[in-house]
């Protein structure tokens, strides 16, 4: 079936430190590929996307590759903020769909 | 502000009762979605309409549950008898349909609303 897994939380990190958290996602069809963030008491937000493979979405510093050999689509960040810490989400659509099926979801904390 | 709204934020009720929840979209925006997020988890899709047409309902949706979207523009989400388990964070969304081009891939954007976090004692 289609599924999306990412790594666990909380991932503690200093600031200015990289940052990865890897996704990778069930081989069913050729999905979109999403990151989405939650900050404290907010609704979800897109971070960034891509539509097919070798596509690198991109967006505030974080990026990350649609890797269709892996099935993955980690997410990076070269040097994290405090302002970063937030929950992260990695998520699919098939195409032409309508539903999107998440992660469990990567909580950040970056200290400062 | 043109984003997605929900209301209300929060809503504790006592087991048993009836809640309803609004949705309003933006407003370009003919597709609507429902989503259910637990604690530690990511959200989970419930249902979307295509203006006033539901055209999809989880398995999760039981019968308990109602959604609907009279006129094409904003949507409610009703719990009957509400259960302990159905304390979440319910989510909606927005977007227009995916579009259609020479790219099988193509898709549009979901936008969230702020979600209406339900408790039930």
């Known amino acids: 079936g289609n599924s999306v897994t990412q790594m666990e939380g909380p991932v503690t990190l200093s600031e200015e430190a990289f940052l990865t958290i890897n996704c990778t996602y069930t081989?069913?069809?050729?999905?979109?590929l999403f990151w989405y963030v939650q900050y404290p008491g907010e609704g979800l937000q897109l971070l960034l996307k891509a539509t097919k493979a070798d596509d690198k979405g991109s967006n505030k510093g974080f990026e990350a590759t649609y890797r269709k050999e892996t099935t993955s689509f980690h997410l990076e960040k070269g040097s994290v903020q405090v302002s970063d810490s937030a929950v992260y989400f990695c998520a699919r659509v098939n195409t032409g769909g309508f539903k999107t099926i998440f992660g469990a979801g990567t909580r950040l904390f970056v200290k400062a | 502000d043109t984003g997605v709204s929900q209301n209300p934020r929060h809503k504790i009720t006592k087991r048993g009762q009836n809640v309803t929840f609004r949705c309003d979209p933006i407003s370009e925006h003919n597709r609507l979605y429902w989503y259910r997020q637990t604690l530690g988890q990511g959200p989970e899709f419930l249902t979307y309409?295509?203006?006033?047409?539901?055209?999809?309902k989880s398995r999760l949706l039981s019968d308990r549950f109602s959604a609907e979207r009279p006129k094409g523009s904003f949507s409610t989400l009703e719990i009957q008898r509400t259960e302990q388990g159905d304390s979440a964070m319910y989510l909606c969304?927005?977007?227009?349909?995916?579009?259609?081009?020479?790219?099988?891939?193509?898709?549009?954007?979901?936008?969230f609303g702020p979600g209406t976090r339900l408790t039930v004692l």
């Open positions: 969304a927005s977007s227009f349909p995916p579009i259609r081009t020479g790219n099988p891939s193509s898709y549009n954007e979901q936008f």
């Open positions: 309409f295509q203006n006033e047409a539901q055209l999809e």
């Open positions: 081989a069913t069809g050729y999905p979109s």
